[in-house]
């Protein structure tokens, strides 16, 4: 009997994955104080997003990730002019002089190492084991070591990814219909549960999974598990480069979050050029507020994927205006589950 990708989770996974991603709060609250001195600059005047960042030496990507956290922490805001300046509770207290700060005691976790991990990562703006022998864990592109290139650490990691992508499948499916839609390509599809889901859902759809060798070995085993080898296919390719084909519909689940702004434009508008007319590409990831106020758990994951990849979380209206760009119409989003949601474009028929 195939196992069955369409039936959601009894008890929404959500909580676990925010409790788990809490210590980057920790993380990034010890840094901005005691090493980068985040409140200190803004103390005696609001600050621009790009004057503030310079005055702490971040490139823009980290700066996103850390001012970002901070606003969701409700520690920085913004004033009239869009500048940064200390909320009233960071001001009483995170101020240098302020006779109830506590600027000191947040800074007894300076020497931490995650502290110290997290001051490497926002002030190089490089992954972890970018310069290591080891490489980057959850990403690859062509020059890059990656640990998606060994077998043992592509299973690994490509089997502890589809535990959340288990529990949000159902919903993606769901919520998100396929009429009209003959051929969907999941780009760095992974294990393959996504478009798995889909075919359980739609009986007339046909999928291709693009990804890595060593990763499409596991999602061969999901196709057969599943009972889907007669309508999905796995593509080895690396996504940067290799040929997308014709097609009704583009996944991109939970990729660009991998990656920096200049990569994902040029990502959504290759996908963006295979559609047929009245295709879709759906971006399915978590979002940020629009103005990058948050939300805290969103912010605090953008911290995880800062400090293991190449991007960061962004706001639907970053993916709209790649979509726009790519010539595709953007439409309301479709949530899904453990915050994430597709914001999909549309090609002119």
Not at 29 to 35: G, R
Not at 215 to 221: D, G, I, N, P
Not at 234 to 255: E, K, Q, W, Y
Request: hydrophobic residues 45%.
């Amino acid at each position: 009997m195939p196992l069955d990708a369409t039936t959601p989770p009894q008890v929404d996974p959500t909580p676990i994955f925010e409790h788990f991603r809490g210590s980057y709060g920790s993380e990034l609250l010890a840094a901005a104080v005691a090493h980068l001195g985040v409140f200190d600059h803004v103390a005696a005047a609001p600050l621009s997003f790009d004057e503030l960042r310079n005055r702490v030496g971040l490139a823009e990507r980290p700066a996103v990730v850390l001012f970002t956290a901070l606003r969701a922490m409700g520690l920085l805001t913004t004033d009239n002019s869009g500048k940064l300046t200390p909320t009233p509770l960071a001001a009483e207290h995170l101020l240098g002089d302020a006779y109830f700060a506590v600027a000191d005691y947040v800074g007894l976790a300076a020497e931490a190492p995650g502290v110290k991990e997290m001051v490497a990562r926002l002030t190089s703006n490089k992954p972890a084991g970018a310069d290591t022998e080891e490489g980057a864990a959850f990403i690859y592109k062509d020059g890059m070591d990656s640990a998606m290139e060994a077998e043992a650490s592509a299973r690994h990691l490509t089997l502890a990814l589809a535990g959340r992508a288990k529990n949000v499948a159902p919903v993606l499916a769901a919520n998100v219909p396929m009429h009209g839609v003959e051929l969907l390509v999941d780009v760095g599809g992974g294990t393959g549960i996504y478009s798995i889901a889909l075919l359980q859902k739609n009986p007339s759809l046909r999928a291709i999974v693009l990804d890595r060798p060593e990763v499409l070995k596991v999602a061969a085993e999901f196709a057969a598990q599943y009972g889907v080898t007669d309508r999905l296919e796995l593509r080895p390719g690396d996504m940067f480069t290799a040929d997308v084909p014709a097609c009704d519909a583009v996944l991109l689940s939970n990729i660009l979050h991998d990656w920096d702004v200049a990569e994902n434009r040029t990502l959504v508008t290759r996908c963006a050029g295979k559609l047929r007319p009245n295709g879709r590409l759906l971006i399915h990831d978590v979002l940020l507020h629009d103005d990058h106020s948050g939300p805290l758990p969103i912010a605090l994951y953008s911290a995880a994927l800062f400090t293991l990849t190449e991007g960061r979380a962004y706001s639907a209206a970053e993916y709209r205006g790649w979509l726009s760009e790519a010539g595709l119409t953007p439409e309301d989003t479709i949530a899904t589950l453990v915050h994430c949601a597709v914001v999909p474009g549309r090609k002119p028929g």
